[in-house]
Structures are given as structure tokens and as C-alpha cells.
């Protein structure tokens, strides 16, 4: 079984409403030095297959359903999950 | 400046309905491979402040408002902006 966390970003282009709401927040309870926030998702994956196939398939599901092209950047990192 | 990454997991014994869901999507479309997916949040912060001190702020942050401590887990990450 192997582990592959999903890193998804807004571009950089696309304005975060939850992103400024929670920047205003953090400010209004005493935390002024915050100067942005901004919230993406973070997907984790538990999955069989090959080393080698793992990266492809990703990407593709990423492209068929996890990922918003036109807002959302996304990078991930592939990992062994440890037996239980 | 400095830019904090917090990452933010369900806790293991909480059901993540999303999560549920994005899995069963994702067997759906062909990826039978995929047995679990867990869906979380990454929160990006730019704030100003030391070195020394950034560490606690950002740990009293989560627990003032970014996380829920009851089903939520986190981690974060310091880094270094760098100046444009």
C-alpha cells in the first residue's frame, strides 16, 4: 500500500475569500503581524500499484476529478504506508 | 517576512464524509486502486515577526481559531519568503 499526499494551492492569480476572512480574523483577535493567509486542501491517498505507475495515475486522477485546472495548482509527494 | 505552511488532518477515528465520498468517485472512473482518501486543509500564512517567536504564535493561532482541536490534527512548517 503506499501513502501519496496531495498538496492543492489556489493560483496565485485567484483571489481566497476564506483566505481573507481568516487573514481579518487572525488580525482582530491580536494577531497583526499576520499579512495573508491562504487555504488549500490537502488530499491524502491510500492506494495499490507499482512505483513506477503510481505517479502517472495520480496525475491523471488528479486532472479527471481532484483537481480545479483553472484555479488549483497541485504537487504531491509519494510515500510508503507502514503494515499495521 | 515569513511564510508558515500548516497542514491539517482529520484525526484518525473521525469519518471524513468527503473523503468517503472522493474515494467511491474515484472507483467509480476507473481508479479501483485507490482505497482511502482523507481530505484536509492547507493553510499558507505570511506573517512578520522573529524567528524565536513565530513558533509559538502560530501554535496559539491554531488553537485561538485556524484549528478544531476536537477532530483536528496539525503540523506546520517555517520558512523563509523570498523578498520580490
Known sequence: MTK????????ESVVDPQGIATTE???KIG?????????G??????????????E??????CKDLL?????EDYRFEIGEVASK
Chains 1, 2 share one sequence.
Do not use: P
Open 41 to 54: 486542501k490537502l488530499i491524502e491517498l491510500q492506494l495499490d500499484g507499482s512505483e513506477e505507475t503510481i
Open 25 to 27: 480574523a487572525l488580525q
Open 31 to 39: 494577531y497583526e503581524e499576520v499579512k495573508s493567509v491562504r487555504v
Open 4 to 11: 501519496v499526499t496531495i498538496y492543492v494551492t489556489l493560483r
Open 56 to 61: 502517472a495515475r495520480v496525475n491523471e486522477m
Open 67 to 71: 483537481i480545479n485546472k483553472v484555479i
